[in-house]
């Protein structure tokens, strides 16, 4: 799951056999496109210039006549991959290279009746998607282009007893889906439909003792929850209750000082994706030299500035 | 990607990952070729089955296999047993993807979409997800899946409750079945099923949850639906009002002219507008408050069709709060009168709850309002100061009980079984006095018994509660601030919940012609709390605390001179609420954090342009985009309020720039960081 939520965020067409078999940190890469994408993603956070670097056209190597982006050269459209693509030409402010009507319309084309979204033509159905369309629509300005009370219904629909959401209706509260909920409430200006007190608390709540966050209860603290579990609070401003600095130290202390990068927990193998988290973590904790992150977009706070603040 | 050990790959290590890289690499080229040719023979499906048993996560593969069953099943005559195989075939490749990863969405998936033709059988299905809870009990995955099985089978929500009994009876550990249970009973309490009646049904869950809390005090499991049984002993399902402005039975003076809190009497109000606010606070958030749900009965001409407006964001149609204004000076003589004005709410249908609960039986208030045609002499236009001359008030001790009267009337029924299972469960966590969960329980405990108790015992209590608190602060430091904020939360509801404690912070500002000022400062408050109760103030002094926002005094309608100066307010995001203080006039922010931080934790919270509606601007607004762009929520909070005397000055925004910026958009400020502005 964490994998999907990650390409939404922009780690784009994580050439999923490279990560796994954790080809990526050490050796000359096999997939040398896919990882200057990913690379690229993660420097403007710490503020160095890599627009020489990025070709944006690349990107159509993955972009299907449906209107949608694949995983991977070959693969099949899906909402997760289209929003990557949106994130990452938003960061480059590149977007004036989509066919954004075509776009919007392949996003806005997967909304059901009930105002849930489906990842793709083949119908599963999660608040991940609503909130990769959202955020999807939001950034090209084409919000207009789905039923947007719906699809609030439908998330309002996930809200557990406990505060927090479920990818369906009835499921389990899990942090990796309110901020996806939480995110998709805030974009559409619906934050009133959270109860951000008792929310607050179940989030606050996953801080264990080493001071990492798990993304519900009795699990294991993972640095990816540093991303969800924080820009939720954040967005419900509940921030404070929880030990921000005991937090900086855990993410810090899941850094591989010797050959870079973030893990889940101290002393595992990195990879990009927890090091992405780690970063974006830190940037919300406003650790020195990281620049600002919006919580709901995942962007930094610059880019949406530029995208929403102005004509 | 999780729990991998760091460490280097050995030669050989490599060398295999390279050689199994290399093969899937093969694999994937050829099902790929497969794939856009649309070749679905055996040997092809069989390949896409190899591939999806190495990496259930190729999305694409299971899209293909979708395709090729689609394919199988248009070439065959309608023949159910084949169509059976060939869906059974589905069924394994799910199965055996799934004992590689059974996290796999795309698996998980693949399986839905075949049970859902209607065409294999479902009986196994459960014994399946029986064997995946036993490899993990919180696999939501499984969860979600078993409820679609339930769904599908139509299966009770009796039987399936009794499968979380099994569940958490063997280890109570486990949180997807609490949290699986309180979906189950919230349906059947709803719809009152049978032998689910709340009365009956919350106290023997409380006795389920508690072997779950007492167990291991670590252990979470059982907190969340141990809170869930407290919200649904202490709320009642039914809005109620609670409190309103002005009160039953007050009586109001009202004055023509400015109004800068300037007035000697607690409920005296004046206003240039000629309007004063009717408001109505709802226990629970509400819709449909308009004209013909609450009805106006009085002589006050020019109140006919009033306009009722939720104290709430834009897109929100629901609120706590509700107000409406009512004409007081009109063009014709009728000062130095006294109109009786009657309000009745729910009188006809139209008021529910955002849970979608009626506002129960129609509810009547009446007050007085005493008109006066002359502006009071001390309406001045001098500066307001917070530091000079505050006198203790004498208590007109009727005058502050009719405003502070909690009206109960509308008692919530069948409280007595609510009353006991607080009780109990009182006795019950006073046996747990060094936990975490047992000191917090409590305390929230004895916070409901405040709440649907007798007005006569609450002092006690808050003490009891407030001291709960400062030990969870220590004893739990990394949740410090969650505490600090619940422990303001029952300090106002403290200071507010009898005459004799509100009094003690009710002053008269001798340089104000004695006006009324409630002063909360210097009392280390984090959040705003119990404004229901303090619907009549005027005058606030919130200076000297440790405020980061203005979240609750949206309520506070007739407010007009407001200090939060030396609090920890990060931006005006974080002041959005003052938005619908239509009386406010003076507002002190000095000396706080605003521009210092570079995340705004209330950036999603207010209504901004960041929604992608319309952003709109006035012709000020249009002239200074960049500044506009720069101090937007600056340009959102000021704009709408009508402001005479402002201070920022101690915050890292103030400056010239962000000076010059405020004078723009606040055309009517006449006082600027203690300085009189040229006109």
């Given amino acids: 799951m964490k994998k999907k939520i990650a390409s939404s965020i922009g ?51 993955f972009f299907l006549p449906a209107g949608g982006f694949a995983g991977n050269t070959g693969h099949d459209p899906h909402v997760l991959y289209t929003l990557s693509a949106v994130q990452i030409l938003a960061l480059f402010d590149k977007l004036d290279i989509l066919d954004v009507g075509k776009v919007s319309s392949y996003v806005a084309g997967l909304q059901n009746e009930d105002g ?81 007190d008792l929310l607050g608390w179940w989030l606050c709540e996953r801080q264990v003792k080493s001071g990492g966050l798990n993304g519900r209860p009795e699990k294991l603290p993972d640095v990816c929850y540093s991303w969800w579990v924080l820009s939720s609070l954040i967005m419900i401003d509940r921030v404070h209750w929880i030990d921000k600095a005991k937090l900086v130290k855990f993410i810090l202390d899941c850094q591989d000082l010797e050959n870079g990068g973030i893990s889940d927990r101290p002393d595992d193998a990195v990879d990009i994706f927890h090091t992405y988290f780690g970063v974006a973590g830190l940037s919300l904790l406003e650790y020195p030299g990281v620049k600002a992150i919006d919580p709901a977009y995942a962007l930094p706070v610059d880019v949406i500035n530029r995208i929403l603040l102005t004509k | 990607m999780h729990g991998r050990p760091r460490k280097a790959y050995k030669p050989e290590e490599e060398a295999a990952s390279a050689a199994k890289a290399a093969k899937l690499r093969a694999l994937q080229s050829q099902f790929m070729s497969n794939h856009h040719n649309k070749i679905y023979t055996k040997e092809a499906v069989d390949l896409s089955t190899k591939l999806l048993e190495i990496n259930p996560e190729a999305y694409t593969a299971w899209n293909y296999r979708k395709l090729a069953v689609e394919d199988k099943l248009s070439r065959i005559e309608s023949d159910p047993d084949l169509i059976k195989t060939i869906l059974d075939e589905e069924l394994r490749v799910v199965e055996s993807a799934l004992s590689q990863n059974f996290k796999s969405y795309g698996a998980w998936h693949h399986r839905k979409w075949v049970l859902s033709k209607g065409h294999s059988s479902v009986g196994n299905e459960l014994q399946l997800l029986n064997k995946f809870q036993k490899l993990d009990t919180r696999n939501f995955h499984a969860w979600n899946y078993r409820r679609f099985v339930v769904e599908l089978t139509k299966r009770s929500e009796q039987d399936e409750l009794k499968y979380t009994d099994d569940m958490i009876g063997s280890d109570f550990s486990n949180y997807s079945a609490w949290h699986n249970r309180s979906v189950l009973l919230s349906s059947l309490l709803a719809r009152k099923a049978d032998g689910f009646l709340p009365n009956k049904k919350i106290p023997d869950e409380y006795k389920l949850v508690q072997n779950a809390i007492f167990t291991d ?147 009547e208030f009446v007050f007085t309002a005493h008109v006066h045609d002359t502006v009071e002499e001390s309406s001045q236009e001098g500066i307001v100061s917070w530091t000079d001359g505050f006198d203790i008030w004498d208590a007109e001790s009727k005058d502050l009980n009719a405003l502070t009267t909690l009206d109960r009337s509308n008692a919530q029924m069948d409280s007595k079984w609510r009353q006991e299972a607080i009780a109990e469960e009182i006795d019950l966590f ?29 002092g006690v209590h808050y003490n009891e509660i407030l001291e709960l608190y400062k030990d969870l602060m220590a004893l739990d430091s990394s949740h410090y601030q969650y505490y600090k904020d619940v422990h303001s939360v029952a300090l106002l509801r403290k200071v507010t919940s009898s005459t004799e404690d509100l009094s003690g912070h009710l002053f008269r500002c001798r340089n104000m012609n004695n006006s009324v ?90 209504s901004s342009p960041l929604f992608n509606s319309e952003w709109t601007q006035d012709e000020v607004g249009r002239q200074m985009p960049t500044l506009v762009t720069k101090y937007w929520d600056a340009y959102f909070v000021l704009r709408d309020l009508n402001l005479k005397q402002l201070d920022i000055t101690g915050n890292v925004i103030a400056g010239d720039v962000f000076s010059s910026f405020v004078l723009r958009v606040v055309p009517k400020l006449v006082w600027l960081d203690g300085k009189k502005l040229e006109i």
């Fill in chain 2, 517 to 606: 000022c409630l002063r909360l400062n210097n009392l280390s408050l984090s959040r705003i709390a119990s404004v229901e109760k303090l619907l009549f103030v005027q005058m606030l002094d919130l200076s000297h605390n440790e405020l980061h926002s203005t979240e609750g005094l949206g309520g506070m309608q007739l407010l007009s001179c407001l200090n939060l100066s030396h609090n920890r307010i990060r931006s005006f995001s974080a002041l959005d609420s003052l938005r619908h203080l239509k009386q406010l006039r003076v507002l002190d922010v000095s000396h706080n954090h605003i521009g210092e931080h570079s995340v705004d934790t209330t950036r999603y919270l207010c």
């Fill in chain 1, 116 to 196: 849930s979204f489906s990842g793709d033509m083949w119908g599963e159905v999660d608040t991940r998607f609503s909130y990769i369309a959202i955020c999807c629509l939001s950034i090209l300005k084409c919000l207009d282009k789905i039923n947007v009370v719906k699809a609030v219904d439908y998330i309002v629909s996930c809200k557990n007893l406990d505060g927090g959401f479920g990818c369906t209706p009835g499921a389990e509260s899990h942090a990796g889906q309110i901020f996806c909920c939480v995110g998709a409430l805030a974009i559409t200006g619906s934050l009133h439909h959270v109860d951000k």
């Fill in chain 2, 217 to 363: 005090e670590d252990d979470q499991s059982g907190w969340f639906y141990h809170l869930w049984l407290l919200d649904q002993t202490v709320n009642v399902e039914t809005p109620l009002l609670t409190s309103s402005w002005p009160s039953h039975g007050s009586r109001i003076s009202l004055y023509a002219g400015c109004s800068n809190g300037s007035f000697s009497k607690l409920t005296t109000f004046g206003s240039e507008s000629g309007y004063f606010p009717l408001v109505l606070n709802f226990d629970q958030a509400v819709g449909g408050v308009s004209s013909s749900t609450v009805t106006i009965d009085t002589e006050l001409k020019g109140n006919e069709d009033l306009v009722w407006e939720p104290v709430s964001k834009k897109n929100s149609h629901v609120s706590c709060v509700w107000v409406a204004r009512l004409k007081y000076i009109s063009s014709e003589p009728c000062f130095g009168k006294e109109y009786k004005v009657k309000v009745k709410i729910g009188n006809s249908p139209g008021i529910v709850s955002s849970r979608g609960c009626n506002f129960s039986a129609s509810y």
């Fill in chain 1, 11 to 61: 780690l784009s067409a994580i050439d999923e056999e490279a990560v796994d078999e954790r080809s990526l940190s050490t050796k000359p890469s096999k997939t040398g496109r896919l990882r200057s994408f990913s690379s690229i993603f993660f420097n403007p956070l710490q503020s160095r210039d890599s627009s020489s670097v990025f070709k944006a056209d690349e990107l159509f190597l």
């Fill in chain 2, 430 to 458: 006073r046996e747990l006095p060094d936990s975490k969960i047992g000191k917090l329980t409590l305390a929230r405990l004895l916070m409901a018994k405040a709440m649907i108790s007798d007005d006569a015992v609450k």
